[in-house]
Each structure stands twice: as C-alpha cells, then as structure tokens.
C-alpha cells in the first residue's frame, strides 16, 4: 500500500519542471541597456544548478522620479537538505507553478542617473549565510553608496540558497561565480506570476 502512494509522489517530483522562459510584448516601460551592478553568487549554489538564467525589468515614473521593477530568474532553488527539497519542490509546483526561483527589487533611481537605491523588500539576507535554514525574510532599502565595488560597479550578494541578497558577503570562504548585470527582458512580475500561474 505505501508503495502505491508512493510512487505517484515520485512523478510528480520528477514533473516538477518548470515552463520556458516568457517573451513579453510592449511599446513602453522598456529597461535601457545599463551596466546597473555586479551579481556575487556562491560557486556551489551555480553547480548545483541554480545558475541565473534570465533578468526581467519594468520601468516605471513615480512621484519620485524613475523607478525600474527588476526580477532575477534563477534556474532553480535547491534546498541544501535533499529530503527537505523533495518535499519543498512539490510545494513550489503547486503553489507557483514553476521550479525557477523569483527574486524581485526596486530600484530607484537618483537624479544624478549615477547612484541610486535597492528596496529589498522580502529579499534582504541580513547576516544570513548561505547554509542558513530556515531563512528569514527580510526587508531594507540600500544606497548603492553602501555596496562595495568591483571595477566601479556596485556588487549585490547572493547570500542564502534561497537567493537573499545583501551589501557584504556573508560567506567569505565560499567562491563566486560574479555576472554583470546589464541587459533585460522585458516584464514586470505581476506578468511573470501571471504566466506561471497558468502551468
């Protein structure tokens, strides 16, 4: 009997992939090409498959001045305990209808068009390493005047498994694997919600 329940659990582990990548149509609220920071990911969380794969953006005008909606797809986000993961993979398939993991932020830009702020909100790390379980959560708006720089541009870390990000490097004996970010597709994440929704 147990043997019957638990194979159909197994193919539904084995289903839960995700849909490809979606391409968004629009005349407006296009993300110039701008080399916007530097993306610190630990090295082992790229080999084990949560590499990033795509990064969206929605600019916006607010009351405040220029404002861009900006997404991180990463492949994948593995819980660094496997029988943890077998059941949290399900849950994602469920409740999100992908196995990408989305990460979104704010990011305001200044007057000047050189500095500007990242409202992490729902995404910061804190102090949280990357081994961190569970993870909390956090929220905190950064001057980019607070990241530290490589080759002047302003690095953001990628600090837990489940993609927190911070302005310092919680795992300083982990390597890296670095991106610049500066490229986008278009698309805001209620339209990438949206498209997952339906799978």
């Known amino acids: 009997m147990r043997s019957y329940f638990f194979i159909p659990i197994c193919l539904l582990y084995l289903g839960c992939t995700s849909p490809p990548l979606p391409v968004f149509q629009t005349t407006e609220g296009i993300c110039p090409k701008s080399n916007l920071f530097v993306l610190s990911q630990p090295e082992i969380d790229v080999q084990r498959g949560n590499d990033l794969v795509g990064v969206y953006c929605k ?37 999100y209808g992908r196995t990408y993991d989305i990460e979104s932020f704010l990011v305001r830009l200044e007057p000047d068009g050189k500095t500007f702020q990242l409202d992490l909100k729902n995404v910061y790390s804190g102090d949280q390493i990357f081994q961190e379980d569970p993870v909390v959560h956090k929220d905190r708006i950064l001057s980019s005047s607070l990241l530290q720089n490589r080759n002047s541009l302003p690095i953001l870390y990628v600090n837990t498994w489940n993609h927190m990000f911070g302005e310092k490097d919680n795992n300083p004996g982990l390597s890296k694997q670095e991106i610049q970010v500066s490229e986008f597709r278009f698309g805001a994440r209620s339209q990438l919600d949206a498209y997952f929704g339906t799978y």
């Open 59 to 95: 600019a916006n005008i607010t009351p405040h001045g220029f404002e861009w909606e900006i997404s991180l797809v990463f492949r994948d986000e593995i819980h660094p305990s496997s029988w943890k993961d077998f059941f949290y993979r399900i849950y994602r398939k469920f409740r």
